[in-house]
């Protein structure tokens, strides 16, 4: 089946610094690749849809200055967390939507903790 | 808009028993409904995929069915374990070609 990774798996940085997040799809291109954010003990929001070769677009609610997505290639899309705060600190995943398929494949997540 | 909601929000059972954890949706037009497993710490692990033209899936001791006109998803696990203890999500994926997950049950199975 399809496989999406994410890297790093964990990270923990200091207040201030950004992060950066890699999401890839690896047996497959996906055009369209989604980020959620999960907060402790509750379930998985959308931050953004990410579309190869344009802008991505947020939810409502989401800064988009403050997460920054770029899908610069068909198997890689990058969220960077600016300005990383402690409330940034969250479970990040992504997936990724196969063309012509009405599905999704979740990649591992990645845990973020700010100090 | 698409609102997914999970009954119950948490479930102690023992070993053993067979259980029902019940997904709902308010618009029926979906592609799918996805059901997934959480460990805490971990990502998600995909359990069952149907699509809106099918009833039900299974997989071993795990069964999944749908009743897109009632806006209704089951998941079924027989004969219960320890291992099965975890936090299960279900998912609708919707024509906006977004996955809106619901709250979860977190499930403890007791030796």
């Known amino acids: 089946g399809a496989v999406v990774s994410q890297h790093p798996s964990r990270v923990i940085c200091k207040s201030g610094t950004s992060v950066k997040i890699e999401c890839r799809s690896l047996?497959?291109?996906?055009?369209?690749m989604f980020w959620y954010r999960q907060f402790p003990k509750k379930s998985l929001m959308l931050m953004a849809t990410?579309?190869?070769?344009?802008?991505?677009?947020?939810e409502q609610g989401v800064e988009k200055d403050k997460f920054l997505i770029n899908h610069a290639s068909l198997t890689l899309s990058t969220l960077t967390v600016t300005s990383a705060h402690p409330e940034d600190s969250s479970f990040y995943i992504c997936?990724?939507?196969?063309?012509?398929?009405?599905?999704?494949?979740f990649g591992p997540g990645t845990r973020l903790l700010v100090l | 808009k698409q609102e997914v909601t999970q009954i119950p929000a948490a479930l102690s059972v023992p070993e053993g028993e067979n259980l029902v954890l019940n997904c709902s949706f308010t618009?029926?037009?979906?592609?799918?409904l996805q059901w997934f497993r959480q460990d805490p710490g971990k990502g998600l692990t995909s359990l069952l995929l149907?699509?809106?033209?099918?009833r039900e899936q299974t997989s071993g001791r795990l069964n999944a069915s749908l009743d897109k006109s009632s806006g209704r998803s089951t998941l079924y696990i027989a004969a219960s374990q320890p291992g099965d203890s975890a936090t299960y999500l279900c998912?609708?994926?919707?024509?906006?070609?977004?996955?809106?997950f619901g709250t979860g049950t977190r499930l403890k199975v007791l030796a």
């Open positions: 997936s990724a939507r196969v063309e012509g398929l009405e599905t999704q494949y």
């Open positions: 047996d497959f291109q996906a055009t369209t």
């Open positions: 990410s579309n190869e070769g344009s802008k991505a677009t947020y």
């Open positions: 618009d029926s037009a979906i592609y799918n």
């Open positions: 149907i699509q809106s033209s099918q």
């Open positions: 998912a609708v994926y919707s024509g906006t070609y977004k996955y809106i």
